[in-house]
């Protein structure tokens, strides 16, 4: 079902519209394109409001007249990508069109992007495949002389993994991580923490969930003074920092970004902490020795490692790890086990994570407990992720104009639509995160308390 109105273009709009080879086809163009765009929204079964070129609106969708006015509205820039909707073979050539600029969101960005779900499940029958087909095509032939006037970037992609050997992490890594500190500062907290907060309280604002992330991990992990403790994937230093200050560590940070590294190190010097705190630009399989630390953490970053690296992964932290020591492994797990590609999985690996892979838990507690692990512990922080992210994406669009000063508006709004994409994952329960504490086996006593009261008492810091 759908209705076709004539309205005056919004100035609103970001982006300008398509300029017109001939404006006597332009009302069968847009009769063309409402057909096309009811057809390939035919099966929603919600209230949708769809905006072409020239501010004309169509509403689609089952529930019309049976629900509120839509939240959200999707707007067509050009004929171009109305062409492409049903023409185009990629998957995500919705996504790729808003990178571009020209399919734009106006209203509730988390509505849109569950519109994903739906998107998914309305296909179209052989005979209205073909007439969506032969619409298309006549559109695309109307509108060929037809140029836009606006000036797009494309959106950056990360190389194809295919091993996960060092050459390829070091590279998906920089990709993603050495975009911009500048850029992470606009929308992180101020010890920009790029991993899953924790709320004490819902209305807890990001620096104090951040805080509270990074103590609850040293509590975990029983810091005390003196104890060599490693941070596999350290960011820019927050956990370091924060486990050296308050808790009297020796610690060591390794990533595999330059930028990162960077400015890691020099928090670390103004913090006068270059005596207790180090970091490296260094891989994981490159760090050495046996039984060098009693605590290591790895935060958010074995999402990178890749499934079959897995096993000597853990083989690796084990043998760093003196007997007895914890283990600190928190990050991102999927609810089916494996790495099947999908259209989120495609999304992922296209634009943001070239090398990302998640798993089950249950998969990740096996591999452990081969590698000689105990487990220790295993707290899901699901609901805490799916609050940060949605206070990231709040934080990064008040900074719009100001992101614009690092990236370009292909990349913000790839950060944009992945961080609302991965908030709604997270609310569904597509994705998990865990953190898994584990010991190295040793005969005697197991190393970590009889309950779990230490980890929620009052603040036990050094505070050296």
Known sequence: MSNLTQTTESTSHSSSPARRGNASTEPRALRIASDLLT????????????????????????AIGREPNPTFALVFRNPRVVCEMVLGRDPLRLAEAYFRGDVDIE????????????????????????RAAYGALQLKVLTKAWTSSTVHHLPSKGQVVKEHSKAENRTAVQFHYDLSNAFYALWLDRAMVYSCAYFDEPDNDLDQAQEAKLDHICRKLQLKPGDHFLDIGCGWGALVIHAAIHYGVLAHGVTLSQKQLELARKRISDANLGDRVTVELQDYRDLKGDSVYEKIASIGMFEHVGLKNLPGYFSIVQRLLTPGGLFLNHGITSDVGGWERTLSTEFINRYVFPDGQLDSVSSIQRHMESARFEIADVESLRA??????????????????????????????????????????FESGEIGIYQVLATKRRSGPAPYPMTRRYLYGDSDRHCL
């Open 39 to 62: 057809r390939l929204f035919h099966n929603f079964n919600g209230s949708l409001l769809l905006r072409l070129w020239n501010g004309a609106t169509i509403n689609v969708g089952g």
């Open 107 to 130: 209203g509730d960005l988390f509505a849109a992007v569950s519109l994903k779900d739906n998107l998914q499940s309305m296909g179209l029958s052989m005979t209205d495949r073909a």
């Open 384 to 425: 805490h992720y799916a609050m940060t992210l949605r206070r990231w994406v709040e934080r990064l669009e008040c900074h719009h104009t100001d992101a614009l000063q690092h990236v370009n508006e292909s990349t913000y709004r790839v950060w944009r639509l992945y961080m609302a994409a991965c908030a709604l994952e």
